[in-house]
Antibody, heavy 119, light 113 residues
Framework: EVQLVESGGDLVRPGGSLRLSCAASGFTFSNHWMTWVRQAPGKGPQWVANINEDGTKRVYVDSVKGRFTISRDNDKNSLSLQMNSLRAEDTALFYC????????????WGQGTLVTVSS | QTVVTQEPSLTVSPGGTVTLTCASNTGAVTSGYHPNWIQQKPGQAPRALIYGIYKKHSWTPARFSGSLVGATAALTLSGAQPEDEADYYCLLYFDHRYGDAWVFGGGTKLTVL
């Protein structure tokens, strides 16, 4: 069974940093692109970042470029999102999701971890 | 800036049929946008229902179908059930001209009433 479990969400002050993790199981993690998607309270989802199978290609939404870094550890079946210079508008539930093999679709999602940026 | 537009809300009667649409400000939606339809129920994580315009995941009920209608991607629900009441988001891919980005639409709140 495919499982994605996010962790690391917390209350952080503006300008602070936080690192999110996503533990993957039930599939060959190193074969899949992975993604982070966030959802602000009461809003729709927003794609944040993608990373390819071996971590050599990373793509970000413009609003997080230079502040967020997506990474992965294929030996530990783990996906991460390092978030720096956090702003109030980064407050959201952050989901990790798996891109399916050979199809452009996020087929499995975690339950999310909440990041709150507030003073 | 890439913008994906959906109807903010729609209502369908139980057993009825409804079509949700998804438009891009960059032009007609085609297969190259890899359109996905994502369902989200209150308190739950999003879940992809349709991808590649019309392809279904193993968990996608048969009453959902995807297509291209004119310049838009479309999600048609035929024979609506009360459990289909949810928010539906279109997800499109914008290529290197637009930063290799994925963009969600604003979502359609579907009421089954």
């Amino acid at each position: 069974e495919v499982q994605l479990v996010e962790s690391g969400g917390d209350l952080v002050r503006p300008g602070g940093s936080l690192r999110l993790s996503c533990a993957a199981s039930g599939f060959t993690f190193s074969n899949h692109w992975m993604t982070w998607v966030r959802q602000a309270p009461g809003k729709g989802p927003q794609w944040v970042a993608n990373i390819n199978e071996d971590g050599t290609k990373r793509v970000y939404v413009d609003s997080v470029k230079g502040r967020f870094t997506i990474s992965r550890d294929n030996d530990k079946n783990s996906l991460s999102l390092q978030m720096n210079s956090l702003r109030a508008e980064d407050t959201a539930l952050f989901y990790c999701a798996r891109w399916s093999l050979n199809d452009h679709t996020p087929d499995y999602w975690g339950q999310g971890t909440l990041v709150t940026v507030s003073s | 800036q890439t913008v994906v537009t959906q109807e903010p809300s729609l209502t369908v009667s139980p057993g009825g049929t409804v079509t949700l649409t998804c438009a891009s400000n960059t032009g007609a939606v085609t297969s190259g946008y890899h359109p996905n339809w994502i369902q989200q129920k209150p308190g739950q994580a999003p879940r992809a229902l349709i991808y590649g315009i019309y392809k279904k995941h193993s968990w996608t009920p048969a009453r959902f179908s995807g297509s291209l209608v004119g310049a838009t991607a479309a999600l048609t629900l035929s024979g609506a059930q009360p459990e289909d009441e949810a928010d539906y988001y279109c997800l499109l891919y914008f290529d290197h001209r637009y930063g290799d980005a994925w963009v969600f639409g604003g979502g359609t709140k579907l009421t089954v009433l």
